[in-house]
């Protein structure tokens, strides 16, 4: 089982940088691909970014390439989201997920793969 607690969220203006973390127990967690998803109000949760067991190896939504970074620390059992140049459509709740399957392919993009899911942290980007 592997519990996930994000934090991190917060206000920032339009350019604004912030970085989420998520923190996972349980003792197999290098084990896992980790991904970040995002849900606006009133809109669908879409695919952010997602990384593999190692670390070798990431996904990005085309909407935040170049802007934001995935990272993990498997000593720390933590998976960042470092985002910058933030833009008010980036304002939504921010959840990391967590994959049995360590490495990535094309269902990496979906959130129904995922078997755990944080709480989410809210990100607000104003103008």
């Known amino acids: 089982q592997v519990q996930l607690v994000e934090s991190g969220g917060g206000s920032v203006q339009a350019g604004g940088s912030l970085r989420l973390s998520c923190a996972a127990s349980?003792?197999?967690?290098?084990?896992?691909?980790m991904g970040w998803f995002r849900q606006a109000p009133g809109k669908e949760r879409e695919f952010v970014a997602a990384?593999?067991?190692?670390?070798?190896?990431?996904y990005y939504a085309d909407s935040v390439k170049v802007r934001f970074s995935i990272s993990r620390d498997n000593a720390k059992n933590t998976v960042y989201l470092q985002m910058n140049s933030l833009k008010p459509e980036d304002t939504a709740v921010y959840s990391c997920a967590a994959r049995a399957r360590g490495t990535l392919d094309s269902g990496s993009y979906y959130p129904g793969v995922y078997e755990h899911w944080g709480q989410g942290t809210q990100v607000t980007v104003s103008s």
């Open positions: 349980g003792r197999t967690f290098t084990n896992y691909a």
């Open positions: 990384i593999s067991w190692t670390g070798g190896s990431a």
